[in-house]
């Protein structure tokens, strides 16, 4: 199905365990994004990309990496995982016309960091 | 900077009453304004949007008008049903930048 999927759904992890989200979109959209969702803070920006190859920063940067070799996936790596990034994923992609631009965000993955 | 303050919730209400969520917002340049609504379990999703002063989007019932003067973009909808239940979020994003900067959410409940 076109759209934008995120894998897994749930992930359980331990302290210090490297973890990789997935998310790939099948619209060949230019912008990715990726946001963490916690109680009280609504949804902050953690990386963006604008294309292949280029990534940049968001709000909420420290502890995360991610890469994009090709347009469609935008994996996200949490290297060494702490409880404080116990949280629910979003990934989102957006294309670029005038302004103004959707994102579309996928289903989110709950992660539990022990 | 650039800011979005929602109405806290959450917020409960019957059915076919008439709901506002306020939003404010502060912005360098020309944001352009969203709606995003999130129900249980799923991914946010576009409600609406607007994207210069005195525009109207509306969607499903949902309207919100982008009033420059005051700031504001308050989401309405004149008679909400029990399926209208979810979070909704505010968001703005600036001319020529993708990112969108986000309310806190407001969650909203919808009794029989």
């Known amino acids: 199905d076109a759209g934008i999927t995120q894998s897994p759904r749930y992930k359980i992890t331990e302290t210090g365990r490297q973890v990789t989200l997935m998310c790939h979109q099948t619209w060949s959209h230019s912008y990715m994004f990726w946001y963490r969702q916690d109680l009280g803070h609504g949804l902050r920006l953690i990386y963006y990309s604008a294309a292949a190859d280029i990534t940049d920063k968001g709000e909420v940067p420290d502890g995360y990496v991610v890469s994009r070799s090709k347009t469609e996936n935008f994996p996200l790596t949490l290297e060494s995982a702490t409880r404080s990034q116990t949280s629910v994923y979003f990934c989102?992609?957006?294309?670029?016309?005038?302004?103004?631009?959707?994102?579309?965000f996928g289903p989110g993955t709950r992660l539990l960091v022990l | 900077g650039n800011s979005v303050t929602q109405m806290e919730g959450p917020v409960t209400l019957s059915e076919e009453a008439f709901l506002t969520i306020n939003c404010t917002y502060t912005a360098t340049g020309y944001p352009s304004l969203f709606w995003y609504v999130q129900y249980p379990g799923e991914g946010l999703q576009l409600l609406l949007k607007a994207t210069k002063a005195d525009d109207k989007g509306s969607n499903k019932g949902f309207e919100a008008t982008y009033r420059k003067e005051t700031t504001s973009f308050h989401l309405e909808k004149g008679s909400v049903q029990v399926s209208d239940s979810a979070v909704y979020f505010c968001a703005l994003s600036i001319q020529g930048a993708q990112k969108l900067v986000f309310g806190q959410g407001t969650r909203l409940t919808i009794n029989p």
């Open positions: 989102a992609s957006s294309e670029v016309l005038g302004g103004g631009e959707t994102q579309y």
